[in-house]
């Protein structure tokens, strides 16, 4: 059985916040200066999830990846709570990758591996690019 995530955040001043979750780091800012806001964290998480599956998968396919790039706009309800209604993920893949093999990997890391993905509300809408560069 996979161990529960336990995090702590302690407020430091105004809307910043202090956290860490075993022995990683971070501080949250309402504004996003002095740390990413609570959603930008959110938007990273997803990007960094979604990333790390591509590396994993192509890698252990033994497909020739040099560098990943992973760009993410989130559109945002207008009204309170303004959550998050749709992300576009712009992966840009350097190597000679097949295409079909990162379309694969994708889909993989969307359907069954992302953990943030999943932990998401199932009504925002995906939608995912990759362009490969050799």
């Known amino acids: 059985m996979k161990a529960p995530t336990t995090v702590e955040i302690v407020w430091e ?16 800012d309402s504004a996003g200066e002095a740390g990413p806001s609570p959603v930008q964290a ?10 790390m599956d591509l590396v994993h ?8 990846l040099r560098g ?3 760009a993410v706009v989130a ?6 709570p303004h959550r998050v209604t749709a992300v576009t993920l712009d992966f840009t893949v350097t190597g000679a990758v097949p295409k079909d093999q990162v379309q694969r990997a994708i889909d993989l890391s969307h359907d069954k591996y ?3 993905w999943h932990s998401m509300r199932e009504d925002i ?10």
């Open 57 to 64: 998968i192509l890698r252990k396919a033994r497909l020739d």
């Open 68 to 70: 990943l790039r992973v």
């Open 42 to 51: 959110l938007v990273f998480a997803l990007a960094g999830c979604m990333g």
């Open 75 to 80: 559109e945002r309800a207008q009204d309170n």
């Open 114 to 116: 992302c953990s943030v």
């Open 13 to 28: 001043r105004d809307l910043v916040f202090a956290g860490h979750s075993a022995a990683a780091s971070m501080v949250l």
């Open 125 to 134: 809408a995906f939608e995912s690019r990759f362009s490969v560069a050799p």
